[in-house]
């Protein structure tokens, strides 16, 4: 019977262990220990600092509450989580976009995973759809993120945002 009860004390902390490392809390303490920087975030060093600088600067000239607030995180890995819930929390945690507003954009890049997303606010899923989103993803980062050319695919990429928050951008061109 006391075997019986110590094997018990020690399975029921491995089980417990186990549950802990589920996506969830894998994301939750992920995102725990991301800090926005500004406007790109580039934990993976994956751009050059005058390239990061170019992007922060373009995107800082844009953001109002009137238009919208965009910001790019690029890191390493999100392990085996869903990038949109994963950046999806990481947007709220980080508080992108204005305050009743609801017009955050999110430029995802999870660098090693190849994973990226976009990812809005409420307040801009209809003026950000999600079909542009897609197309902005295949038409301006995929090809130039192939080529290792990140800022280029990320520049271009924030461009069509700006265009389609301004309603410039066409879906299916």
């Known amino acids: 019977m006391k075997k019986i009860l110590l094997l ?3 399975i029921i902390p491995l089980a ?9 809390h894998n994301a939750d303490s ?16 994956t751009l050059k600092e005058a ?11 844009f953001s109002s509450p009137q238009t919208a607030q965009i910001a790019v995180a690029i890191i390493s890995t999100i392990g085996d989580n869903n990038i949109m819930t994963f950046g999806t929390k990481l947007g ?12 955050g954009i ?3 890049v999870a660098i090693n995973d190849r994973k990226m997303a976009i990812l809005t606010g409420r307040g801009y899923e209809k003026v950000v759809s999600n079909a542009a989103c897609d197309q902005i993803i295949k038409t301006d980062m ?13 520049n271009a990429a924030v461009d069509d945002l700006i265009k389609c928050v301004k309603g410039e951008y066409k879906v299916g061109q």
């Not at 992920?30 to 060093?45: E, H, N, S």
């Not at 390239?51 to 000239?61: G, N, R, W």
């Not at 995929?142 to 990320?154: A, I, K, N, S, T």
């Open 30 to 45: 992920l995102i725990a220990k991301l800090t926005p920087r500004g406007y790109v975030t580039d934990y993976a060093g």
């Open 142 to 154: 995929v090809p130039r993120f192939r080529q290792r050319q990140y800022y280029e695919g990320l």
């Open 106 to 108: 999110l430029v995802l």
């Open 51 to 61: 390239e990061k600088d170019t992007l922060s600067l373009k995107l800082k000239s």
């Open 16 to 24: 417990l262990k186990a549950q802990d490392t589920s996506g969830n």
């Open 92 to 103: 709220r945690k980080w508080g992108v976009g204005y305050k009743g507003v609801n017009n």
């Open 8 to 10: 018990c004390l020690l």
